[in-house]
């Protein structure tokens, strides 16, 4: 089990109540292992974070930016959470709310390639 700090763990239950329009649109293409039998969880505490949706299956955060997420400060912070994130052996893809509502299709495309390689990896490099 990846740690996590305890104290998070009433916030996220409370972020899981209130998502944002443009997690519970992805929510609904994650839950129930639809992507390759796999279960995501969202609003886990992973570290000193809260992440919006983890597969531990495949060692992989999934991140929903808005538009508070583009200030300089707000993209220093996200870049230390991805560092910090990925030196725990994650893989962190990021998208902005406007894809999840727009291009719904193709960010599934990449959760689910990225899930399978990282679950498969031996046949994305074959001999």
Request: net charge neutral; aromatic share 10%; hydrophobic share 45%.
């Amino acid at each position: 089990m990846l740690p996590y700090r305890t104290e998070h763990r009433l916030l996220a239950r409370d972020l899981r109540k209130n998502m944002t329009e443009a997690e519970q649109v992805l929510w609904k293409r994650l839950r129930r292992k639809q992507i390759l039998g796999v279960p995501f969880y969202r609003q886990k505490p992973l570290a000193q974070y809260i992440v919006d949706f983890y597969c531990a299956a495949a060692m992989l955060v999934i991140e929903l930016d808005g538009s508070q997420h583009y200030t300089p400060d707000a993209q220093q912070y996200d870049a230390a959470r991805t560092q910090t994130l990925e030196a725990m052996g994650l893989r962190v893809l990021r998208f902005d709310n406007q894809q999840v509502f727009q291009e719904l299709e193709a960010v599934i495309g990449v959760i689910f390639a990225e899930v399978e390689a990282r679950l498969h990896p031996a046949a994305q490099n074959p001999p």
